[in-house]
């Protein structure tokens, strides 16, 4: 098992930038591909972006595509998620995902361990 820890949110400007960090603990880090998905008050939850095992690729939502980067740090144990050019749209709480399988894409009910979630809002 795999536990993770989000941190690094809370309140930008439209415009500003904020990286979120997601620490885990427990099993090898590497054999894990890691995501984050994030849910907007009233709204169902979203894929923001997923990252394989070894940080080589990536998969975003079209909504954060050239703004949001993934990046892992395997020594670390940590997944990152760095956000530019924020827009009020983006407010959220955002959660760090992990599965052992190969599969990093958008489909939440396939990652086995969640974050508890860090909060993120942007202020138009």
């Known amino acids: 098992q795999v536990q993770l820890v989000e941190s690094g949110g809370g309140l930008v400007q439209a415009g500003g930038s904020l990286r979120l960090s997601c620490a885990a603990s427990?099993?090898?880090?590497?054999?894990?591909?890691m995501g984050w998905f994030r849910q907007a008050p009233g709204k169902e939850r979203e894929f923001v972006g997923g990252i394989s095992q070894n940080g080589g690729s990536t998969e975003y939502a079209d909504s954060v595509k050239g703004r949001f980067t993934i990046s892992r740090d395997n020594v670390q144990n940590t997944v990152y998620l760095q956000m530019n050019s924020l827009k009020p749209e983006d407010t959220a709480v955002y959660y760090c995902v992990a599965d052992e399988s190969d599969y990093y894409g958008d489909y939440a009910a396939l990652y086995d361990y969640w974050g508890q979630g860090t909060q993120v809002t942007v202020s138009s």
């Open positions: 427990g099993r090898t880090f590497s054999v894990y591909v």
